[in-house]
Structures are given as C-alpha cells and as structure tokens.
C-alpha cells in the first residue's frame, strides 16, 4: 500500500484494473493512475494460411470450428463454455487449447465435461490439444477458426484476445474486466454479458453468438478484417511504447 501512495504514477492495464486499483487503494491520487494498454507484435501475429498444424491436430477441413486458447481456471470460464457448446449447431466443432489445471479437481472436472459433451455431440465435434501448442501452430488455430471464444468471468484486459484479432479471427467474448476494451462489439466481434449470480446467461449468449456467426457466411471473416486493423494500429508496441513513455513524461512533470 505504501508503494502505491508513494508512487508518482501508476499504470493499469485497462479502466477496468484502474478502477480496481481506486478501489483497493483509496488513498491514490486518481490522476497518478494511468491507463495503458498490454500490446502484442503484429508482425508474429498475423494471419497464417498454412494448415500443417490443424493436420496434425485432426481439425476437419470441412466444418467450422471455434477455438478456446487458456489455462484450466475458474477464472478462464472453461465450463460455462463448455455449458455452451451442447447448444452449438450442429456441423460446429469445438477446438479447446487448454492445460495446466489449478488443482487436480478442477482438471477432473474439466475432464469429465468433456467427456460428457463427446458423448452428447459426438466425438469429433470436441478436439481437445491437451500440449503445450508452439506459437506457430496457435497462429494457425486462430487464423482458420470460425471466431475465438473467450467465456472468462474476469480479465484484466485479455491479451489471448489481442493475439486472436491480429490473425483476423472474430472474437467472441465475455464482457467482463478489460474486454470490452479490446474486443469493440458488432465490429470486431461479439460481446456476451456475464453475472456471478446467474451464469447460465453467459452460456446461453455465448452459444447464440457462435450459432449466428455460424449462420452468416462473410459476416466473422469481415470482425477479423477489423479486428486485425485494431490490433495493429491501437494494440502494437509502437503504439504502447509511446503511450508508456508519455506517462513517464507526465511523472517526471509532477
């Protein structure tokens, strides 16, 4: 707490960590806590056309897929997503990037949902990559996939999303933390609300989300065109590197 009273100046990932920052520590100056964004290298992340990895990975070449990316966590909202994909149509596969579980009992869990979902769908409408996939062969996920999908219950500004965006791929997503921030709703894709106390909505929208992408040929390719542009002039280093050291400026000017 000290730190923080005594800095001269503060930054935050997004508003919404700000506004967690006030929250936690009253007695900061607000005007010392500054707001700058995570960025990602545009030039790695970009749109890939190879498709050696979703060989490898048994992704089929003839349906659409979407795609989780993120640790096994409470946080992550693996479950509310996988809630959702018992609701996916049909021909949509669902293509989860997922390990490291916090605990043994929430890997078990996680398991045994998947399981249940392959049993309901079918076992090749669930591809679960259980390794640690390289960065080549995740761009190639994004790059291919229907839309991202990132059902996570908080998120101080989701950088997965970033990466996403920049290999033109719609984002879907829930509207919580820092998201709203990165992912701009109807444009570079779709926003679902999120409440603690009812997540079953969460499941439900994400659901709807992916279905309408699905049904609108053009319509998920057109958000990754935006998104891409987003993540290249707002989301790049050069671009974080200069508002960072703007905040340095204003520091020393105190």
Same mark, same amino acid.
């Given at each position: 707490?000290?730190?923080? *009273?005594?800095?001269?100046?503060?930054?935050?990932?997004?508003?919404?960590?700000?506004?967690?920052?006030?929250?936690?520590?009253?007695?900061?100056?607000?005007?010392?806590?500054?707001?700058?964004?995570?960025?990602?290298?545009?030039?790695?992340?970009?749109?890939?056309?190879? @498709?050696?990895?979703?060989?490898?990975?048994?992704?089929?070449?003839?349906?659409?897929? &979407?795609?989780?990316?993120?640790?096994?966590?409470?946080?992550?909202?693996?479950?509310?997503?996988?809630?959702?994909?018992?609701?996916?149509?049909?021909?949509?596969?669902?293509?989860?990037?997922?390990?490291?579980?916090?605990?043994?009992? =929430?890997?078990?869990?996680?398991?045994?949902?998947?399981?249940?979902?392959?049993?309901?769908?079918?076992?090749?409408? &669930? =591809?679960?990559?259980?390794?640690?996939?390289?960065?080549?062969?995740?761009?190639?996920?994004?790059?291919?996939?229907?839309?991202?999908?990132?059902?996570?219950?908080?998120?101080?500004?989701? =950088?997965?999303?970033?990466?996403?965006?920049?290999?033109?791929?719609?984002?879907?997503?829930?509207?919580?933390?820092?998201?709203?921030?990165?992912?701009?709703?109807?444009?570079?894709?779709?926003?679902?609300?999120?409440?603690?106390?009812?997540?079953?909505?969460?499941?439900?929208?994400?659901?709807?989300?992916?279905?309408?992408?699905?049904?609108?040929?053009?319509?998920?390719?057109?958000?990754?065109? *935006?998104? @891409?542009?987003?993540?290249?002039?707002?989301?790049?280093?050069?671009?974080?590197?200069?508002?960072?050291?703007?905040?340095?400026?204003?520091?020393?000017?105190?």
């Amino acid at each position: 707490a000290t730190s923080y *009273a005594h800095a001269c100046a503060i930054i935050a990932v997004s508003l919404g960590m700000r506004d967690d920052v006030l929250k936690a520590y009253p007695l900061v100056d607000p005007a010392r806590v500054h707001v700058v964004h995570n960025g990602i290298d545009t030039d790695i992340y970009r749109p890939d056309p190879s @498709r050696g990895a979703l060989e490898r990975y048994g992704i089929p070449a003839d349906r659409p897929y &979407v795609l989780f990316v993120g640790r096994i966590t409470r946080q992550k909202g693996i479950r509310h997503l996988l809630a959702a994909a018992e609701h996916f149509d049909d021909d949509v596969v669902l293509v989860l990037c997922a390990s490291s579980p916090d605990t043994p009992e =929430i890997g078990e869990e996680t398991r045994a949902a998947g399981d249940a979902l392959r049993a309901a769908r079918g076992p090749a409408s &669930v =591809i679960w990559i259980q390794e640690q996939a390289e960065r080549t062969d995740l761009i190639q996920l994004f790059t291919h996939a229907l839309a991202f999908v990132c059902p996570s219950v908080y998120e101080p500004l989701g =950088i997965v999303n970033l990466e996403a965006m920049a290999c033109e791929t719609a984002v879907i997503a829930s509207a919580v933390g820092g998201i709203p921030e990165v992912v701009v709703d109807g444009v570079t894709g779709l926003l679902v609300p999120y409440d603690a106390a009812d997540p079953s909505g969460l499941e439900a929208g994400l659901a709807r989300a992916v279905n309408e992408l699905a049904d609108e040929p053009g319509r998920a390719p057109a958000m990754g065109v *935006a998104g @891409r542009e987003r993540a290249v002039v707002d989301f790049s280093w050069d671009s974080i590197a200069a508002q960072t050291v703007d905040v340095y400026r204003q520091a020393l000017a105190r």
